[in-house]
């Protein structure tokens, strides 16, 4: 029976006064299944292409929080799975942000993350 998931991907802005993006990485959440997770692969040389000065460092520290978040993990410890997911889908002008929230329906959210990595970041 497919259960209703959400998902949003994760962009790269290497610098949010230009509007510019890649992205980097994809988040989906299922309530029925309690699933939260995350994946990210970073091309940092197509992101350099945007930004040469980018500080990769930052934008891997800002990755490390979005997983310990699905996790949670870190100070996101405490909240719900739900409330972590629109957290991090909030939005926000940083380095790291997501794309609006998007839905579907499913029997397998793995296979989702799997299939979004390949078909809207790894292109």
């Not at 292409?49 to 310990?68: C, F, G, I, K, T």
């Not at 909240?79 to 499913?106: K, N």
Request: proline share 7%; with cysteine.
């Amino acid at each position: 029976m497919p259960h209703v998931f959400e998902y949003a991907l994760v962009r790269a802005v290497p610098r949010p006064e230009r509007g510019e993006f890649m992205n980097v990485g994809a988040i989906v959440y299922c309530a029925s299944l309690r699933f939260l997770r995350c994946a990210s692969d970073v091309d940092a040389d197509r992101l350099r292409a945007l930004d040469p000065a980018l500080d990769v460092e930052v934008l891997a520290d800002a990755l490390r929080s979005m997983y310990q978040a699905c996790e949670g993990t870190g100070p996101m410890a405490r909240s719900s799975v739900g409330q972590r997911f629109r957290w991090l889908t909030a939005p926000r002008s940083t380095i790291l942000q997501t794309s609006p929230a998007h839905a579907g329906l499913t029997d397998d959210p793995e296979a989702e993350l799997t299939r979004l990595m390949t078909t809207q970041v790894r292109i």
